[in-house]
């Protein structure tokens, strides 16, 4: 039947759906045709064996985890596949186990572990802003960055190098009783020192009170309270460092700025020896003082005689007398002295420059005097500031307080055989779980 006869045959409703559903059927049914065309017959011999194959993959009457007796039996594990697990398991974890607990129980040598506590702590002399400034600054310390930098150079190749002198921590680490394990080798570098180091010395910092806790584990009670010991001494000469250079700095900047004082000081005492030579004067505000009073004892002379002279001239005496002359003349004297002196002070000076007279030479020395007055006090600061500069950097603003001293331990905390055995076994049976899961799933995928 073709396509033409299933169309006028088969009545369906106008549906969208439905006629591109015929569309995909009516380009399908020519490929579908010649697919089967191009396949190749089974042969007579192989036709029973694949019909019972397919029966056995394709039997959809069953219901989903029922069996049938026979395939219950196959379901059933193999002793065979038993054996292998128990084989497996042993190899991968009963084995490797036992190999490390012969190493902790007989093997290993014991470790000795001692703790000490400690904190970076400053003795910060309190003293005002105005008597420090800004060296304030410099004697203050912020402990808990001292706390981080004592924690980095615990584990810094330097102190290895300095403990290393001082002790001999080869000797200590690659001792002849130690096993192989955990002895260090004196052929290698000092880096290898380092590493080995870090896993026998262990500071930690808490980060809200600063305190360094200090765990060290050596092979020996005496080594590790000696480590113990050498490592905050160390500590402490590193804080002092610390310490000297920062008062060290705050001395060398104090000094600089009393320097600058004294400068300044010096400059302002010659500006004032400069214009005193200049001027002519020593002092030019008593000297004007003195020419104000000098004119006030004119100006009342002055008044005395203008006095005199009205009386005599009330008594109709002749302008040619001696008396009359004598006190015109004398009320012209003063005049002319009380404007020489009014003009020293205003306008013609000292000199003969009528601009340089006493008003300008007052407003100078006022300026002068007050950059001495500057400078005096200045200098009297910086001074004051050296001085407890001096006494701060005599005190050692920043100690050691170890509130926890290394004790001589008394049995070996490591390597803890139990623990370590048990640990052993849980990884090694993860390690084979995992194994076997993986090996299953390619065995599956495979088939």
Known sequence: ?????????????????????????????????????????????????????????????RLPGLRRRGE??????QPRMLVRLIRSYCLFVLVPTAAVGFYV????????VTESQFAV??????????????YQDLIQKHNSQDSFILRDYIKSRPLVESVDAKLGLEKMFSGDGIDFWARYNADQPVERLVRHWRNHVTPQI????????LTVRAFSPQDAVAISKEVIAQSETLINTISRRAQQDMLVQAQKEVDKAVERLKRARMALQEFRNRWGI????????AT??????????????ENDLRVLRDSKLDERTRGIQVLVATVAAIDGQMKDLQNRLTTDGLVTDASHNLTQALLEYEGLMVEQTIAEKLHASMNMILDRARVAASKQQIYLATFVEPLLPSYSAYPAPFHAVAVAAFLFTM?????????????DNRL
Request: proline residues 6%.
């Open 121 to 134: 702590r400053g003795d910060i002399e309190p003293m005002t802003t105005t008597s420090l400034g800004m």
């Open 282 to 289: 020593i002092d030019p505000v008593q000297s004007a003082q």
């Open 206 to 213: 808490d980060v809200v009170s600063g305190v360094i806790r």
């Open 292 to 305: 104000v009073t000098t004119i006030e004892l004119l100006r009342k002379d002055k008044i005395k005689a």
């Open 431 to 443: 390690f084979w779980s995992a194994v076997s899961l993986i090996r299953s799933a390619v065995v």
């Open 1 to 61: 039947m073709s396509s033409d006869e299933i169309k006028q045959e088969t009545k369906v409703r106008s549906s969208p759906s439905v006629k591109s559903l015929m569309d995909l059927a009516r380009r399908s049914v020519p490929d579908l045709r010649r697919n089967a065309e191009t396949l190749e017959p089974v042969p007579a011999g192989r036709r029973g064996a694949l019909a019972a194959r397919m029966r056995r993959t394709l039997n959809w009457t």
């Open 105 to 112: 129980f007989a093997l290993a040598t014991p470790q000795y």
């Open 72 to 77: 219950e039996e196959e379901a059933r594990p």
